[in-house]
């Protein structure tokens, strides 16, 4: 086999850019200049993340991130090389500038329609915040900035603690919570701290394609359970496995609610087996009819969850602020990840704050009601213009929808046409183990405004009825 290529660089750390990111365009850059050619294969995670000094999450997501490009594949068993990226590649010679306007992929950032990633920056409350960050900076400049990490930690720990109690039903003490920087990070701490090499993980399919990453990338195998409209399906659990990941609230991405009783299941699962489960709950407080449904880790009366929440959802994924909430019987089997926290003092101080003061809520309330809009018209457009190739499910609840596309339209092809068009929606195919299992469009709404929606759907229904017509 091949030798893994040195990647040549260095990340900096006084950028504003988050360190995976800017991994993320070194790689990238060094694939489209021809430095790295295709097959040729990228050092491992842990190796990549010991030399740069840098958390393997980042690494994890990084290379997430050129695997959905297509930079890069993973190769069961011997980690990732490079792809072909045929046209892709330039001289190293044409100037960086001259390369961005070549690169058809870059020019599909977060912002781009559809892209489920994507907030609307514009309803940032950026003056309350600028505000906050600059009187505490003045009144309490040694917690903001000046090594008294742990009363920012602290101070966050209570705010989130009062959080998850008002939003998600969850009674838990400050000590039981870990700040974590991204989901990836708290997702890889359990995966380290409960689990050793080879240990099989139950994970839902489809899934977050991160979190299966990130169990692969550890050295621990993976189990599929497949969703039907009770959630995760319990009696898939693999018997030799005491650990699943899923999210009940809102499965990621079909959008459904576990009910009651398949939670249950899961809970008798979990305390029959010594077992784990691990809830993501990325976006539950974002609902929009009904009663709110609280978070599994408030049904379990055990102590077998542990509850995984973050802000990047309800603020921005570019905080990377996300928590873990650990039950009591594993606080001090998780007291080095307490100690190792990755998150700088600032924005933890500074989220704490809004919590207390009630910025926080004012913002969610306000955004929930535009979103909400936004969805609503954006099924409406679904349904109108798109109905004759297949169907939209109203989970009422989340920040995606998926467009459900009849068999013969292949979801794979929509994407690469719409692609070329500017939309950033996703193959729900590309979420799956079993990629015949479902087929469909993963769309984001949260960030545009009505008028956007429609003339981002009528684009997309030219696309289809192109894709339809190819199948016939
Ligand atoms: C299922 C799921 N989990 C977690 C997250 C949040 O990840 P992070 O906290 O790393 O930004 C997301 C964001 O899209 C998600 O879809």
């Given at each position: 086999m091949k030798k893994a290529h040195p990647l040549i660089f260095s990340l900096d750390?006084?950028?504003?850019?988050p360190l995976f990111r800017q991994l993320y365009e070194a790689v990238k850059e060094q694939i489209t200049v021809g430095t790295l050619n295709e097959g040729d294969p990228l050092p491992a995670t842990r190796t990549l993340a010991v030399e740069l000094g840098i958390s393997r999450s980042s690494v994890v997501n990084a290379y997430e991130q050129l695997l959905t490009e297509g930079y890069i594949e993973g190769v069961r068993g011997a980690g990732y090389r490079v792809q072909a990226v045929g046209e892709l590649k330039h001289n190293a010679r044409v100037p960086r500038a001259a390369r961005r306007e070549l690169h058809p992929a870059e020019a599909?950032?977060?912002?781009?329609?559809?892209?489920?990633?994507?907030?609307?920056?514009?309803?940032?409350p950026v003056h309350q915040w600028a505000k906050t960050i600059s009187r505490l900076c003045r009144q309490e400049p040694n917690t903001m900035m000046?090594?008294?990490?742990d009363r920012a930690n602290q101070l966050l720990r209570q705010a989130i603690a009062l959080h998850v109690y008002e939003w998600r039903g969850i009674a838990c003490e400050p000590e039981q919570i870990v700040i974590t920087a991204g989901s990836t990070e708290a997702l890889e701490i359990c995966i380290n701290t409960l689990s050793r090499d080879g240990d099989i993980f139950n994970i839902e399919d489809?899934?977050?394609s991160p979190v299966r990453s990130c169990i692969e990338a550890n050295h621990r195998r993976t189990h599929r359970l497949p969703v039907d409209d009770d959630g995760?399906?319990?009696?898939?659990?693999?018997?030799?496995?005491r650990l699943a990941i899923i999210?009940?609230?809102?499965?990621?991405?079909?959008g459904g609610t576990m009910s009651v009783g398949r939670r249950m299941e899961f809970i008798y699962w979990a305390q029959k087996h010594n077992g784990w489960i691990i809830e993501d709950?990325?976006?539950?407080?974002?609902?929009?009819?009904g009663r709110p449904i609280p978070a599994l880790a408030a049904f379990?009366?055990?102590?077998?969850t542990l509850y995984i929440g973050s802000f990047s959802k309800l603020f921005?994924?570019?905080?990377r602020i996300s928590y873990l909430i650990l039950p009591p019987q594993l606080i001090a089997t998780f007291r080095h990840a307490q100690a190792q926290?990755?998150?700088?003092m600032l924005p933890q101080r500074v989220l704490a704050e809004f919590i207390f003061n009630g910025e926080c809520y004012k913002y969610l309330r306000r955004v929930r009601k535009i979103y909400a809009q936004r969805r609503q018209h954006l099924l409406n457009c679904l349904r109108d213009q798109l109905g004759e190739f297949g169907s939209v499910r109203d989970?009422?609840?989340?920040t995606l929808l998926v467009f459900h596309l009849h068999r013969t339209i292949s979801d794979v092809r929509v994407v690469e046409k719409a692609r070329q068009q500017q939309l950033s929606v996703r193959a729900?195919?590309?979420?799956?183990?079993?990629?015949?299992a479902w087929n469909g469009l993963v769309m984001g709404f949260v960030a545009w405004d009505e008028a956007v929606l429609s003339a981002g759907v009528a684009t997309l229904k030219a696309i289809v009825q192109e894709v339809a017509g190819e199948a016939e």
């Amino acid at each position: 086999m091949k030798k893994a290529h040195p990647l040549i660089f260095s990340l900096d750390r006084s950028r504003q850019q988050p360190l995976f990111r800017q991994l993320y365009e070194a790689v990238k850059e060094q694939i489209t200049v021809g430095t790295l050619n295709e097959g040729d294969p990228l050092p491992a995670t842990r190796t990549l993340a010991v030399e740069l000094g840098i958390s393997r999450s980042s690494v994890v997501n990084a290379y997430e991130q050129l695997l959905t490009e297509g930079y890069i594949e993973g190769v069961r068993g011997a980690g990732y090389r490079v792809q072909a990226v045929g046209e892709l590649k330039h001289n190293a010679r044409v100037p960086r500038a001259a390369r961005r306007e070549l690169h058809p992929a870059e020019a599909l950032g977060e912002n781009a329609l559809f892209d489920a990633r994507a907030l609307d920056s514009a309803l940032f409350p950026v003056h309350q915040w600028a505000k906050t960050i600059s009187r505490l900076c003045r009144q309490e400049p040694n917690t903001m900035m000046f090594g008294e990490a742990d009363r920012a930690n602290q101070l966050l720990r209570q705010a989130i603690a009062l959080h998850v109690y008002e939003w998600r039903g969850i009674a838990c003490e400050p000590e039981q919570i870990v700040i974590t920087a991204g989901s990836t990070e708290a997702l890889e701490i359990c995966i380290n701290t409960l689990s050793r090499d080879g240990d099989i993980f139950n994970i839902e399919d489809p899934c977050y394609s991160p979190v299966r990453s990130c169990i692969e990338a550890n050295h621990r195998r993976t189990h599929r359970l497949p969703v039907d409209d009770d959630g995760a399906q319990a009696s898939a659990l693999h018997p030799q496995s005491r650990l699943a990941i899923i999210t009940p609230s809102h499965q990621f991405p079909l959008g459904g609610t576990m009910s009651v009783g398949r939670r249950m299941e899961f809970i008798y699962w979990a305390q029959k087996h010594n077992g784990w489960i691990i809830e993501d709950d990325y976006d539950s407080e974002f609902r929009y009819g009904g009663r709110p449904i609280p978070a599994l880790a408030a049904f379990d009366k055990i102590g077998r969850t542990l509850y995984i929440g973050s802000f990047s959802k309800l603020f921005s994924s570019s905080l990377r602020i996300s928590y873990l909430i650990l039950p009591p019987q594993l606080i001090a089997t998780f007291r080095h990840a307490q100690a190792q926290a990755k998150v700088s003092m600032l924005p933890q101080r500074v989220l704490a704050e809004f919590i207390f003061n009630g910025e926080c809520y004012k913002y969610l309330r306000r955004v929930r009601k535009i979103y909400a809009q936004r969805r609503q018209h954006l099924l409406n457009c679904l349904r109108d213009q798109l109905g004759e190739f297949g169907s939209v499910r109203d989970h009422k609840a989340g920040t995606l929808l998926v467009f459900h596309l009849h068999r013969t339209i292949s979801d794979v092809r929509v994407v690469e046409k719409a692609r070329q068009q500017q939309l950033s929606v996703r193959a729900l195919s590309g979420f799956c183990f079993d990629k015949s299992a479902w087929n469909g469009l993963v769309m984001g709404f949260v960030a545009w405004d009505e008028a956007v929606l429609s003339a981002g759907v009528a684009t997309l229904k030219a696309i289809v009825q192109e894709v339809a017509g190819e199948a016939e």
